[in-house]
Every structure is written in structure tokens, then in C-alpha cells.
Nanobody, 124 residues
Framework: EVQLVESGGGLVQPGGSLKLSCAAS????????MYWVRQAPGKGLEWVSG????????YYADSVRGRFTISKDNAKNILYLQMNSLKPEDTAVYYC?????????????????WGQGTQVTVSS
């Protein structure tokens, strides 16, 4: 059974940091591109970041570039998202997702597996 389980969300003040984790099981994690996608209240899905299967190339949406860092530990089957300098507009449910495609795609409908999401709230 494929599982993606996110953790690490919570309430943080503007300017603060959080590190999200996504534990994967049930598929060959090292062969998949991995992604973070978020959904703010009342809005659609927004692609945040992606990393290739070998974890040596990372990509970011303009809205988070320079503040967020994605990483992938293929030995532990865990995906991470380090979020710094958080802003109120980063408030959303954050999902990790996996794709069999061997290239970057920000089309979230092409992702094969999804986690249940973790809530991040940035507020004073």
C-alpha cells in the first residue's frame, strides 16, 4: 500500500520557520520525482516545489524561491520542505506528492500519489 504521510505543520509567526516532512512507503521512492503542493483557504492547488528522483535538482515557484528549500533522503524515504521567512500568505494545507514522470511537471493532475496534507498557519 502506498503511503505519504506529512508532518511538521503548525502555527508560526511571520518571519518564522517550519520544516515539513513527508514519509513515503509502498513504492520505490528513489525512482520518483517528489513535489510539495499547497492549498490556501478558498483557493485551488498551488505548485510549490519539486525535486528530481536523484535529489540533485530542485525547483521552486517564484512565490517561495529563496525562502523554501526542498530535499529528499532516498535512504530514509523522506521528503522535506524547510520553510524560512514565512509570510501570512504562506498559510495553507501543504501536500507532498509523487510522480513517475522523469521530468519536472507543475501540472498537479499528473502526480500519482498524494499525502493527506499538513496545515501551516502563519499569523501573529
Amino acid at each position: 500500500e502506498v503511503q505519504l504521510v506529512e508532518s511538521g505543520g503548525g502555527l508560526v509567526q511571520p518571519g518564522g520557520s517550519l520544516k515539513l516532512s513527508c514519509a513515503a512507503s509502498g513504492f520505490t521512492f528513489g525512482s520518483y520525482w517528489m513535489y510539495w503542493v499547497r492549498q490556501a483557504p478558498g483557493k485551488g492547488l498551488e505548485w510549490v516545489s519539486g525535486i528530481n528522483s536523484g535529489s540533485d535538482n530542485a525547483y521552486y515557484a517564484d512565490s517561495v524561491r529563496g525562502r523554501f528549500t526542498i530535499s529528499k533522503d532516498n535512504a530514509k524515504n523522506i521528503l522535506y520542505l524547510q520553510m524560512n521567512s514565512l509570510k501570512p500568505e504562506d498559510t495553507a494545507v501543504y501536500y507532498c506528492a509523487a510522480s513517475r514522470l522523469s521530468y519536472l511537471t507543475i501540472n498537479t493532475t499528473r502526480y500519482n500519489y498524494w499525502g493527506q496534507g499538513t496545515q501551516v498557519t502563519v499569523s501573529s
